[in-house]
């Protein structure tokens, strides 16, 4: 669960970090990450 | 007492470097290779005369294979002579006119783009300058090592606090770093299309794989014999050491117990038993098919299926009786980065080949490794690979059905711009389709760089070179850290063969 809570937070900070660099005008990247985004807390424990 | 201490699944180049690793530290190690022919799609296939790579073409960062060839205490030179490839690519657009080499050297590139966008050239060097302390650091420090945890993470930032500067290529684009650089169409072209390398075009890739442009110019090799000399030389070295290579031997399952894997079921019934067990091959296809969900907490089962297979790549083989008129090893069918990004989401994603002005353009890489090595086909004769990017589904076909085709599409584009005369000449052609490559490596998916390396594939979120979930169970090939691509491999076999000898000591 800590792991857990851990992963979350790190993503959230990428995610952050993306909404306040990336330009409007260029949101693929943004969007397929932002599709993959809710599946990396699981990835971290494969 | 187990059979053996280890038991390695698949004799690619990852899964040999880990094997000779742990023999090299005294473990009684097996090779389990399904084919009858080692390296996976690092190797070589000869047919009437012509002897064809059947996927990589070239060595990039050949200081993995030195690194390789310490640690074992071996001399690299005697096991995979090498052959140095110069200039490194040729980029052509005949239909345009246009046409430009880049030189190993730096600054012979730079020469080279300043014939056409000189104050590109001027940006290259100042990229070459930027990029070389990062490059250089990133790959002492993050290569070689394990990134399996947040903690491993925080141990590379200590030990190496610059890569913090390199955190923004993770978040960036590929495309959004060339682009900063380069103003040009063609120079910007020939600095994007190695996100493919990675899986992905150039607005989709991390940033980082921008540094890929500039590691190439470290200098690239070609093995003498074709690219098999790759992984024989380190099957070589692995049985010089004491080890155990078996060939048509097809693991299908790994006998777990209490969540620890406890050796390996070949396909006729023959039960192996290890201490440990080494998986290089796709880690989807490790967990899904041979694990099974029945050994998998259920996070880590949705973790597996949410794993993204990397981009098939169609092969064409070819011999010619000719020299062709080509002028390096490698030649680029020169395409925008526009064009690039657009195949993939407009095209590629949709299960369709590229079209313009209502006919198909295959994009692809030509490879003429008869040049560097004339033994690989008969006397006056040469052989040709294309190495394409297509969709492993397409809509309304099946490779089966379309194979014949899809040559005479990337042959009629290859005509158009590269080799005006090609179809003339043509004595052999052949080829794998992602199908084929599923079939023949068992790579699902026909990926052969195994999954997809975006950030969220990437390090820590990339399945693990020791298994979270299986005791003893290891992992090593494309679909672990570091990555795809042979420089990657290798690296990845290093770090698990690592792993492994501190587990077991």
Not at chain 2, 372 to 389: N, Q, R, W, Y
Request: net charge negative.
């Amino acid at each position: 669960m800590k792991k857990m809570i851990v992963a979350v937070g790190v993503i959230a900070g990428v995610a952050a970090y993306l909404a306040a660099t990336t330009e409007p005008s260029d949101w693929r990247y943004p969007k397929m990450l932002m599709t993959q985004l809710p599946k990396m807390p699981f990835r971290y424990f494969v | 007492m187990p059979d053996y201490d280890v038991v390695v699944i698949g004799g690619g180049i990852g899964g040999l470097a880990t094997a000779a690793l742990c023999q090299k530290a005294g473990l009684k190690t097996l090779v389990l290779e399904q084919s009858e022919r080692i390296g996976g799609c690092c190797s070589t296939y000869e047919t009437e005369g012509f002897h064809f790579d059947v996927g990589a073409s070239v060595l990039e960062m050949p200081h993995a294979f030195e690194e390789l060839f310490r640690r074992l205490g071996m001399d690299r030179e005697k096991y995979i002579p090498l052959i140095e490839v110069d200039p490194i690519y040729d980029y052509c657009d005949l239909e345009k006119g246009r046409r430009f080499s880049y030189p190993t050297s730096v600054e012979g590139t730079a020469e080279a783009i300043a014939q056409f966008a000189p104050e590109d050239a001027k940006t290259f060097l100042k990229f070459a300058k930027d990029f070389t302390p990062l490059v250089s650091g990133l790959v002492e420090n993050f290569f070689y090592d394990p990134c399996m945890s947040f903690l491993d993470s925080l141990k590379l930032v200590i030990r190496y606090p610059q890569m913090l500067k390199a955190l923004p290529l993770f978040v960036t684009t590929h495309q959004k770093v060339v682009s900063k650089y380069f103003k040009n169409e063609d120079v910007t072209a020939s600095m994007a299309f190695q996100s493919f390398y990675g899986g992905l075009p150039p607005d989709l890739c991390a940033g980082l794989y921008a540094m890929i442009g500039l590691l190439e110019h470290e200098g690239i090799f070609y093995p003498e014999g074709g690219m098999i000399r790759v992984p024989a030389g380190i099957q070589e070295a692995f049985e010089d050491l004491g080890g155990e290579t078996r060939f048509n031997a097809r693991a299908i399952r790994v006998i777990v117990e209490n969540r620890a894997a406890k050796g390996v079921e070949l396909w006729d019934g023959e039960e192996i038993t290890a201490g440990c067990v080494v998986g290089a091959i796709n880690a989807k296809k490790l967990y899904e098919d041979m694990v099974g969900r029945e050994h998998l907490p259920w996070h880590v089962w949705r973790g597996v299926q949410s794993l993204v297979l990397s981009m098939p790549c169609p092969m064409i083989y070819l011999g010619v009786d000719y020299e062709p008129p080509l002028r390096a090893h490698h030649t680029m069918n020169l395409t925008s980065a526009d064009v690039m990004n657009d195949y993939w989401s407009d095209y590629y994603l949709k299960g369709k080949l590229y079209t313009k002005g209502g006919r198909t353009e295959v994009m692809g890489l030509i490879s003429w490794a008869s040049k560097i090595d004339p033994s690989l086909a008969p006397e006056g004769k040469h052989v040709l690979t294309h190495m394409g990017l297509a969709p492993y589904n397409l809509v309304g076909n099946d490779w089966d059905r379309f194979k014949e085709q899809y040559i005479d599409e990337a042959i009629a584009t290859i005509e158009r711009s590269m080799i005006p005369d090609l179809s003339e000449h043509i004595v052999y052609r052949d080829m794998a389709s992602p199908k084929d490559l599923e079939r023949m490596l068992l790579h699902p998916g026909g990926a052969v760089y195994g999954i997809q390396t975006d950030i969220s594939h990437m390090a820590v979120f990339r399945p693990a070179n020791r298994s979270k979930a299986i005791k003893n169970l290891y992992l090593a090939g494309a679909s672990t850290h570091p990555g795809g691509g042979i420089p990657g491999v290798l690296a990845g076999g290093i770090i698990t063969g690592g792993i492994i000898e501190k587990d077991m000591s």
